[in-house]
């Protein structure tokens, strides 16, 4: 059974920076690609980053967090994480993670997910 675990959210101030942690279990991590979504309030959920597993993780960012946030994965501890610096307003929501198998693409849907982990970010 696939689990997926996100921690690290919270509320801090614009400019401040998080990081957000995802523990998967059930299924080969080092053959997992592995995304970050957010849902802000009211709005529907969309792609943050994701790594793949070749090429010692090739990552991918949406244009909104591009040069703020940073995605990166421990297979040793089989878990990703989401780096976020320069934190605005407009980041908060529900942030989750998210893992597919079995494919060479970060687009598309995803398999499995996790429970999610609220951030908020006060101006």
């Known amino acids: 059974q696939v689990q997926l675990v996100e921690s690290g959210g919270g509320l801090v101030q614009a400019g401040d920076s998080l990081r957000l942690s995802c523990a998967v279990s059930?299924?080969?991590?080092?053959?997992?690609?592995l995304g970050w979504f957010r849902q802000a309030p009211g709005k529907e959920r969309e792609f943050a980053a994701a790594i793949t597993y070749w090429n010692l993780g090739h990552t991918y960012y949406a244009d909104s967090v591009k040069g703020r946030f940073t995605i990166s994965r421990d297979n040793a501890k089989n878990t990703v994480y989401l780096q976020m610096n320069s934190l605005q307003p407009q980041d908060t929501g529900v942030y989750y993670c998210?893992?597919?198998?079995?494919?060479?693409?970060?687009?598309?849907?995803?398999?499995?997910w996790g429970q999610g982990t609220q951030v908020t970010v006060s101006s």
């Open positions: 059930g299924r080969s991590f080092n053959s997992a690609i």
């Open positions: 998210a893992a597919k198998w079995d494919t060479a693409s970060y687009t598309g849907s995803y398999d499995y």
